[in-house]
């Protein structure tokens, strides 16, 4: 089909598939769901973007792609792990606000996440790599079940107890059970056999922490972690769940202000249940640009609406937008 419609060399298009298919760390799960069709047009947008940057002066490639449907979405865009861009199309709060915090009890989505392992670009001094995320809508065994059910068998998407390894079945399981009898977070970390990556798991009642998607992403970047994968699934007993398969940002690992991973990770585990209290606050934006740690974060918030509630009678206050302010 790529041949075809002859917009990639025909010397070119073998590379340009296996590229897709092997060096972006997309699950298989992707090619099974989607048309050869979508996926075609997916491999000549992203040559596309690689030709285009031949003609921009700074040479830079800039993948922005979206997709987006009733039922599933597909968000693929190029950015520098660990680091924070106000230029990026910002694609994570678009599909948290869209799909996940704005899901009606009626319509739910699961979320699958990748980050390429090699750069985009490799002859280039660029850091940036492929960041490709895919959302789908629930399918459950049970749409209605109790709320204190936790069977997965009965309360979980289809497709994603027909992808799910044994091990991630019973990790979630055991979650599921705290989860229902707690009206906060469940959080546990894992070894991953083999690697230095992390799993962090995290489950919480739906749309009990609106923005925490995309807050969870500035959070272990500020540790100078990013995330490999990061999946989010729903349950139709009203819990959600997000594991993340974290690792430690090579292109930080010479800045002695981040801790080791072992480290990072017992320090992300703890602030996760600040971060669900107020996923979201004034000084957002100083937060995301790792500026102010997500304790200094929230201190500062709670004192911006502690001095707004008692000195200010006239009106609402104007939001802090900067470190002044703070």
Request: net charge neutral; glycine share 4%.
């Amino acid at each position: 089909m790529i041949t075809a419609a002859k917009w990639i060399p025909d010397d070119r298009v073998d590379s340009q598939i296996e590229w897709f298919y092997g060096e972006l760390g997309i699950d298989d799960a992707y090619f099974q769901i989607e048309s050869v069709d979508v996926i075609s047009n997916h491999i000549t947008t992203l040559y596309a973007a690689k030709v285009a940057a031949v003609v921009r002066d700074d040479k830079r490639e800039e993948i922005r792609l979206h997709l987006e449907t009733d039922d599933r979405a597909i968000y693929i865009d190029n950015n520098e792990p660990g680091v924070s861009n106000s230029e990026s199309p910002r694609y994570e709060q678009r599909l948290a606000a869209k799909y996940l915090d704005g899901s009606t009890t009626n319509k739910h989505f699961r979320v699958e996440t990748f980050r390429s392992p090699s750069n985009l670009n490799r002859t280039s001094a660029s850091k940036a790599t492929i960041h490709c995320q895919f959302v789908y809508q629930c399918q459950f065994v049970k749409p209605n079940p109790s709320p204190q059910e936790t069977s997965l068998q009965i309360i979980g998407d289809k497709t994603f107890l027909a992808k799910a390894t044994e091990n991630t079945l019973q990790i979630y399981q055991e979650i599921l059970d705290l989860a229902v009898n707690r009206t906060g977070p469940v959080i546990q970390a894992f070894d991953v056999e083999g690697s230095q990556e992390k799993r962090l798991v995290v489950a919480y009642r739906q749309r009990t922490a609106p923005g925490i998607f995309s807050a969870l992403s500035n959070l272990y970047r500020y540790y100078g972690v990013i995330s490999s994968r990061k999946y989010v699934e729903q349950f139709s007993n009203g819990i959600t769940i997000m594991s993340m398969y974290l690792t430690p940002d090579l292109g930080q690992s010479v800045n002695t202000k981040f801790l080791p991973i072992k480290q990072s990770i017992c320090q992300i585990s703890n602030e996760i249940s600040l971060l669900y209290c107020i996923p979201q606050t004034a000084f957002q934006s100083l937060f995301a640009g790792g500026r102010l740690s997500l304790q200094e974060t929230t201190y500062g918030h709670c004192v911006w609406v502690f001095a707004q509630h008692f000195l200010n009678r006239l009106g609402t206050s104007p939001k802090p937008n900067s470190i002044d302010h703070y």
